[in-house]
């Protein structure tokens, strides 16, 4: 029986550079699995010249690209989609073996990219363009939509898949091409979900370059995508900090941008809520992905006369939760991307503890291979505290 890594077509050595040809002449990264603290392959990413190359490739694809029509665009979309469907399974189980999700969240992630390519199928026959009275006699004004070239995705760890298909399934029907900066920390599927790409692609006769990857760090890949000419629209999700950097640099070449950034997330709970479920709603958007999601639930705000049965029943949960191995389906929360993240997670609860906070639950690491795991923490906190200010991307609820 074939392993998930034979069917996606890995290796243990895997060239992070794809544009109609597989290579990587870059420094090599070595994959650990925050599960277990096991090694999964190493990945040769992007070196100088790799980068120049790639781009002028897909510049080359979308060229070609650009003159077929939509719904022939969008066959190799719907075909994607469906290729997509066909290895869910071996997809949603390498994105939990790489960041750590429950396979629950790894296989719905990859219903999310399922999805997206199902939509846009459909948009592929309704790029509308208008048609406009004129004032000269039996004229007539018509508009149409051009594509733009080669974009940019950058990624983040959190979603390695998921983000880069919202936005490269539109693209692809829209008749962009796209190049793909994974994050350093999830370079494997993304090498996995471009070998599919490139299968549907060479099926289909598009040039596999409208879907290029480049795996790299930031200075290698990241701020030569911002910085580049050749790449008018610049799609980045990350930290707000990171946000602002790419704005900078896309918009001083008068570039543009798509920003998922950082969020602080409240919840609010009134007195006539009903407490179970907003207890429930609270609870999973605080340890969902072990915290480490932009739309994590990070802070709860309550009316004073249900505050304490709020607590309790949140302490309930938590007392509760299962936390584990997140391949085994009786776990909710796995553990977090890696060593440091867990650090950053204890330096926050530190500084909360420093302003006068108090830990209700957790806030330790666990003694775990790997790790990477902790209990999460739950703790009170005033508005005006400096922490609460600022996002902690992981399992701390104020």
């Avoid at 070196?47 to 077929?68: C, M, P, Q």
């Avoid at 776990?331 to 950053?344: F, N």
């Avoid at 503890?353 to 005033?382: F, I, S």
Wanted: glycine fraction near 10%.
């Amino acid at each position: 029986m074939k392993t998930p890594f034979e069917k996606l077509g890995l290796t243990d050595n895997n060239a992070g550079v794809f544009d109609g040809e597989w290579r990587g002449g870059g420094a090599t990264i070595e994959k650990i699995s925050p599960i277990d603290g096991r090694r999964l392959a190493s990945i040769r990413t992007a070196g100088d010249d790799d980068y120049n190359k790639s781009i002028s490739r897909a510049h080359e694809a979308f060229l070609k690209w650009r003159v077929t029509p939509g719904p022939v665009r969008g066959e190799t979309v719907r075909r994607l989609g469906n290729a997509l469907r066909e290895l869910k399974h071996e997809l949603g189980q390498l994105v939990t073996l790489e960041t750590g999700k429950i396979i629950a969240e790894g296989e719905g992630e990859l219903q999310e990219m399922i999805d997206i390519c199902d939509f846009a199928v459909g948009q592929s026959r309704m790029l509308y363009g208008l048609t406009i009275q004129s004032e000269r006699p039996s004229h007539r004004l018509m508009e149409q939509w051009h594509p733009l070239g080669v974009v940019a995705v950058i990624t983040a760890f959190n979603f390695p898949v998921a983000v880069w298909s919202w936005n490269a399934a539109l693209a692809a029907v829209c008749g962009d091409a796209t190049v793909w900066k994974p994050s350093e920390k999830t370079p494997l599927t993304a090498i996995a979900v471009t070998k599919i790409a490139e299968r549907v692609c060479r099926e289909t006769g598009a040039d596999p370059a409208i879907f290029t990857l480049v795996v790299g760090d930031r200075k290698t890949v990241g701020q030569k995508l911002a910085d580049d000419p050749r790449v008018p629209l610049v799609s980045a999700t990350g930290s707000t900090n990171m946000g602002f950097n790419v704005a900078k640099a896309v918009n001083g070449r008068l570039g543009r941008t798509i920003l998922e950034l950082g969020g602080n997330n409240a919840l609010i709970v009134t007195p006539t809520a009903d407490l179970d479920m907003a207890v429930q709603s609270i609870f999973f958007g605080a340890v969902g992905t072990a915290g480490q999601r932009c739309t994590s639930t990070r802070r709860v705000i309550m009316h004073e006369s249900v505050a304490s049965k709020v607590r309790d029943k949140l302490l309930g949960a938590y007392n509760s939760l299962p936390i584990g191995n997140p391949l085994d389906r009786k776990t909710v929360m796995g553990p977090l991307i890696d060593k440091h993240a867990v650090d950053m997670v204890l330096e926050s609860i530190q500084r909360l503890k420093d302003e006068g906070g108090e830990v209700l639950y957790g806030g330790e690491r666990l003694t775990v291979p790997g790790d990477c795991y902790m209990k999460p923490c739950l703790t009170t906190a005033k508005p005006d505290f400096e922490i609460v200010k600022h996002e902690t991307f992981g399992p701390l609820l104020y």
